[in-house]
C-alpha cells in the first residue's frame, strides 16, 4: 500500500524542505564573510580557494542532505585558515 500525502501534509513537507534550505544557504553565506574576512595572508593559501570551492561549487552541487557536511568541512578548513593566519 502507497502512502499519500493530504494537500495539507505536502504543504508541511514543502515549508520543512524550505526551512531546512533556507537555514543552510544562511550558513553558507555566513562562511563566505567569514573566510573573505581573513584577509590577503589567507588568501594566498591554498585552503582558501578549497574553502571558497567547498561554499560555492560543492555546495551547489550536493543534495540537501549532503549540504550540512559540505558546510562543516568548510568552517573546520576556515577555522584552520584563522589559526594559520594569526601565527603568521
Known amino acids: 500500500m502507497s502512502k499519500q500525502l493530504t494537500p495539507a501534509a505536502a504543504g508541511k513537507q514543502t515549508k520543512s524542505f524550505r526551512r531546512r534550505y533556507d537555514d543552510l544557504e544562511a550558513r553558507r553565506v555566513a562562511l563566505v564573510r567569514r573566510l573573505e574576512a581573513l584577509g590577503d595572508a589567507a588568501r594566498h593559501h591554498p585552503g582558501y580557494r578549497r574553502a571558497m570551492h567547498l561554499l560555492n561549487e560543492t555546495f551547489r552541487k550536493g543534495k540537501l542532505a549532503q549540504r550540512l557536511a559540505i558546510?562543516?568541512?568548510?568552517?573546520?578548513l576556515i577555522d584552520v585558515l584563522e589559526?594559520?593566519?594569526?601565527?603568521?
Open 83 to 88: 589559526k594559520l593566519t594569526t601565527i603568521s
Open 71 to 76: 558546510l562543516q568541512a568548510a568552517a573546520w
